[in-house]
């Protein structure tokens, strides 16, 4: 059996790692604490680590580390931790008082800090208690290297129990494969050089093109105070809305519901600016969209398959209305003219280079990123609890000091802003901007409601 290596885009998210940007995603699962034997004691952390430990077979990315295949060998490969050890990845936390909503994103904000040791399986689960009203919490950190959006969203829920551990050998208790020899990796390296070469273009890879092309078009992407080095310290906040009545938005402005998401962002940064004394007038952002690469039946597989597009937003229109219809048109015109691929390339070729930490520490082409996972359409149960609501966690990077990234659960739309704690004190202004979008797009809708 071949060695399972880091893909490309995993060596970026390597790449552009350091102790202040760490490429750690993750969710906060907030349970029906009635529903649970002790409401987060030690029982349910007892029965945390059983869920897990009865899913190490079916769920390679949860007991595998990072190892160097060594000269000639080629990229890094995941084996086996045989010192595996649940004890270190499922802990107990505890929120600050009152435990109310607040004080949980503060708690999600300070554990997704700081990076994940790289000798062990890059994943840390804590169990949350002392929140208001006997509810119990689950805060999921994941290395992005182990899987992007949509699979990430499968391993938490599989991870906690939510999802059925139905996979190959999920009854069988597991034991550590033996790490691939030296020797091994370099005849599979060169098996794999071989097979490129037959099928290498005679001409330039037309994704790198069409990357050199994106960014080119970039370049005059206007300088903002989003941009600037990212600090360690996060700041989380969210907003819920129906799902239905964002698609009926949507539809309304001949978009999708992500589009609705897009123009949310663009009122909030926009409302911002301005606050900020910055001008807005025929402002144009640039965001890069997340999109999924996977094909049906990929979903719970591990490892990244996104790609990306920028979209240029137009900050500069003051009706909520109206930009919502140029975003949806500037949205599809970007997924029409540039392929979900070429950024990546590009990035690859940069990394290859060691200049991807650079460049996106340094750039002025991208004032935030922003991403759109669709989760489950039906409430599911962790534990044995029903799970009452999914806070998503993106992460940031480089020089883009804020992101937005949405989840749909159960029929309602969550958006998750995250934030340098630091360079955003005025976060607050950015979450009003959203909410006064949002009464203003959805005004008229029948059972229209207010962001919550």
């Not at 790490?179 to 060169?190: F, I, N, Q, S, Y």
């Not at 941009?227 to 009545?245: C, F, M, S, T």
């Not at 949507?250 to 949310?264: F, M, P, Q």
Request: with cysteine; aromatic share 4%.
């Amino acid at each position: 059996m071949s060695p399972t290596r880091l893909s490309a885009v995993d060596m970026i998210n390597l790449a552009v790692e350091t102790p202040s940007t760490p490429m750690a995603i993750g969710a906060v699962l907030l349970l029906d604490g009635d529903a649970l034997p002790d409401a987060g004691g030690p029982r349910t952390l007892s029965a945390i680590r059983r869920a897990v430990e009865s899913r190490l077979v079916a769920a390679p990315p949860l007991r595998q580390v990072i190892r160097p295949a060594g000269p000639l060998a080629g990229r890094p490969v995941w084996v086996d931790d045989p010192a595996f050890d649940l004890d270190r990845h499922v802990l107990r936390a505890l929120a600050p008082p009152p435990g109310d909503e607040a004080a949980l994103l503060r708690l999600a904000a300070r554990l997704m800090r700081g990076v994940l040791d790289r000798r062990y399986p890059l994943w840390r689960i804590w169990v949350v208690t002392g929140l208001a009203g006997g509810q119990v919490a689950v805060v999921v950190k994941l290395h992005h290297v182990l899987a992007d959006g949509l699979a990430a969203i499968q391993l938490v829920l599989s991870t906690v129990g939510a999802v059925p551990a139905d996979g190959p050998g999920a009854d069988r208790q597991w034991l550590p494969a033996p790490a691939p020899t030296w020797g091994e990796l370099v005849a599979d390296r060169a098996r794999g050089c071989l097979a490129a070469l037959r099928r290498r273009p005679r001409r330039p890879s037309p994704a790198r093109r069409d990357g050199l092309r994106t960014f080119a078009a970039l370049r005059h992407a206007a300088r903002l105070s989003l941009n600037a080095p990212v600090g360690p310290r996060r700041r989380l906040a969210v907003l819920r809305i129906d799902l239905a009545e964002a698609k009926r938005v949507a539809h309304r402005h001949g978009g999708k519901v992500n589009d609705v998401v897009l123009s949310l962002a663009t009122g909030g940064v926009r409302s911002l600016l301005h606050a900020r004394g910055e001008p807005v007038k025929g402002l144009s952002l640039h965001t890069t969209v997340a999109m999924s690469l996977r094909t049906p039946g990929q979903e719970a597989e591990g490892g990244n398959r996104a790609g990306g597009v920028v979209v240029r937003l137009p900050a500069g229109e003051a009706d909520p209305r109206v930009r919502l219809t140029l975003v949806a048109a500037e949205s599809a015109r970007a997924k029409r003219g540039q392929p979900p691929t070429a950024g990546n390339a590009l990035l690859v070729w940069l990394a290859r280079l060691g200049l991807a930490g650079y460049l996106s520490r340094h750039q002025h082409m991208v004032h935030f990123v922003e991403s759109n996972i669709a989760g489950p359409p039906a409430p599911v149960q962790a534990l044995g609890a029903p799970v009452l609501d999914v806070v998503p966690i993106g992460n940031l990077a480089g020089n883009l000091g804020v992101s937005f990234l949405a989840l749909s659960y159960a029929g309602r739309l969550v958006i998750t802003v995250q934030a340098d704690a630091d360079r955003f004190p005025d976060l607050p202004v950015l979450v009003a901007g959203i909410r006064r979008e949002w009464a203003v797009l959805n005004a008229g809708s029948p059972g229209s409601a207010a962001a919550a």
